[in-house]
């Protein structure tokens, strides 16, 4: 059975911070996790496994701008969770 689980989660630092290593680490925990992974943000969505579409979003997200992760599958709570802090866990809100 599927599961869909999200998140809203608040830059309070400069997506600048971002590197390119740490966005590939995203992308690497992602694809770990059968779930379908997503990024939202102003109606745009993403798929969090790609690691160019990942590049484009942190370069154009700005520090207090907020966008809601998304997982869906049946290791969607763990994939959520883990994603979550490599977010920074003081980024994270609900």
């Given amino acids: 059975m599927k599961k869909i689980c999200s998140k809203t989660v608040s830059m309070t630092q400069d997506a600048s911070k971002f590197t390119i290593q740490k966005i590939t680490n ?3 925990i992602s694809r770990s996790y059968q779930s379908n992974v997503f ?21 154009m997200l700005r520090k207090d701008e907020s966008f809601v992760l998304i997982t869906e599958g049946a ?5 959520i969770q ?3 802090q490599q977010l920074t866990p003081s980024q994270a809100t609900t």
């Fill in 26 to 28: 995203f992308v690497n």
């Fill in 75 to 79: 290791d969607a709570d763990s994939a």
């Fill in 39 to 59: 990024l939202c943000k102003n109606g745009v969505t993403l798929q969090a496994k790609k690691l160019s579409c990942l590049v484009t979003f942190f370069m």
């Fill in 82 to 84: 883990q994603l979550l």
